[in-house]
């Protein structure tokens, strides 16, 4: 069964540092995988996705993540982080062989950026 | 501007009074979702479309149902709502061209007392 774990409810770093999101998955095939992020009172919106190709992809916002397949895992990096960076952050899959675009969700990771 | 709408944002119902939540996107896609957000859950799909008069269950289908009359519009139906369905409805489209990106509306917020 296809599922994705985000192991922190909440990340908490200083503005100007380094965050990482952490998202960890398991699909039968090979996946796509995508972040997304939710601002409050408002929908999810895109931040980037893993298709094919290069292991590393850079999304809206200076966020990057990096496509680790033998550890199974698509962690969410920005190198600064900002005050406005701070958000619920959903890790998604979808298996590719799965024509329904289905996507599943992790629980979410709220980042809390202090000034 | 391309965009997923929602209506209503927020709604306060009593048990067992039928409901409708409208979805409606403009860009032509022809897949639609229906997700319920809850705490420590993330998003679960209810309910799905792949075209025109196409739907099939998600993963939590019990007590909604879905109509896809035409292309733009997929409403979730809560025939009977009770307090178990309190929650954070999203509604979502995309398509092949759409490079396999989700897009989703802003939610509405159900209480049912």
């Known amino acids: 069964a296809q599922s994705v774990a985000q192991p922190e409810d909440q990340v908490n770093v200083a503005e100007g540092n380094p965050l990482t999101v952490k998202c960890t998955y398991s699909v039968s095939g090979n996946p796509y995988l995508f972040w997304y992020v939710q601002y409050p009172n408002r929908g999810l919106q895109f931040l980037l996705k893993?298709?094919?190709?290069?292991?590393l992809v850079k999304g809206s916002y200076g966020f990057e993540a990096e496509f680790n397949k033998s550890q199974t895992s698509f962690h969410l990096k920005k190198p600064s982080a900002l005050v406005s960076d701070s958000a619920l952050y959903f890790c998604a899959v979808r298996d590719r062989v799965d024509s329904s675009y289905k996507l599943i969700f992790g629980s979410g990771t709220r980042l809390l950026v202090r000034p | 501007e391309a965009q997923v709408t929602q209506n209503p944002r927020y709604l306060i119902t009593v048990t067992g009074k039928k409901l409708t939540v409208t979805c409606s996107q403009n860009?032509?896609?022809?897949?639609m979702s229906w997700y319920r957000q809850d705490p420590g859950l993330g998003l679960r799909q209810i309910y799905y479309s792949m075209n025109v008069e196409v739907t099939d269950k998600g993963d939590v289908p019990e007590g909604y149902k879905v109509s896809r009359k035409e292309k733009r519009n997929f409403p979730l139906i809560l025939e009977s709502p009770s307090p178990n369905q309190t929650s954070l409805y999203f509604c979502?489209?995309?398509?092949?061209?759409?490079?396999?990106?989700?897009?989703f509306g802003a939610g509405t917020r159900l209480s049912v007392l």
């Open positions: 860009m032509n896609h022809e897949y």
């Open positions: 979502a489209s995309s398509s092949p061209l759409a490079k396999n990106i989700q897009y």
């Open positions: 893993y298709i094919t190709g290069d292991n």
